[in-house]
T-cell receptor, first 115, second 109 residues
């Protein structure tokens, strides 16, 4: 079974530029999460999708961050314009909505450096 | 919101030693998971353990849900065990995970 895929793996941009990250969850997983992990801290949820609907975006800085999951599969997270404090690893995770263990599986992450 | 506290924050071991990592929750959680974050940043699932005890090779975990803590045991540690260990739990059906600050483990040869 293929895992959660993310791209790009690394990105370096200057502040005020825009950037987009892509995630492809495990096949059949209805729930998709984007987490932000700042160096030295645990991941923190930015947004959660159930199929193509938003379940929780309470921690998403909506003035600069946006995310979509148009067909209930792939998702894109965008930052525009980026700030220095957005430098972090952006992790995508997925899990089944119903049945069995509610284990979340994480992708390899996208490491963003804002200069 | 729920607070997750992990201890110790750092741990240095000689290869072959055993260790216990602890995770305390400020409130009841479900969907409790332990992860190992390797030096490349990948979060690897170790255990899904909302209650009870599980073992996988040299690793085992115990969660006492009524007392709001979980323990991760590493026996006969190897250098490849180095990295950061996170516990995380969720408190609602949606499954949003609240992570601790992690325990950074370094195993010396």
């Amino acid at each position: 079974e293929a895992g959660v895929a993310q791209s790009p793996r690394y990105k370096i941009i200057e502040k005020r530029q825009s950037v987009a990250f892509w995630c492809n969850p495990i096949s059949g997983h209805a729930t998709l999460y984007w987490y932000q992990q700042i160096l030295g801290q645990g991941p923190k949820l930015l947004i959660q999708f159930q199929n193509n609907g938003v379940v929780d975006d309470s921690q998403l800085p909506k003035d600069r961050f946006s995310a979509e999951r148009l067909k209930g599969v792939d998702s894109t997270l965008k930052i525009q314009p980026a700030k220095l404090e957005d430098s972090a690893v952006y992790l995508c995770a997925s899990r089944p909505w119903t049945g069995g263990a509610k284990t979340q599986y994480f992708g390899p992450g996208t490491r963003l450096l804002v200069l | 919101g729920i607070q997750v506290e992990q201890s110790p924050p750092d741990l240095i071991l000689q290869e072959g030693a055993n260790s216990t990592l602890r995770c305390n929750f400020s409130d009841s959680v479900n969907n409790l998971q332990w992860f190992h974050q390797n030096p490349w940043g990948q979060l690897i699932n170790l255990f899904y353990i909302p209650s009870g005890t599980k073992q996988n090779g040299r690793l085992s975990a115990t969660t006492v849900a009524t007392e709001r803590y979980s323990l991760l045991y590493i026996s006969s540690s190897q250098t490849t065990d180095s990295g950061v260990y996170f516990c995380a739990g969720s408190y609602n059906q949606g499954g949003k995970l609240i992570f601790g600050q992690g325990t950074e483990l370094s195993v010396k040869p």
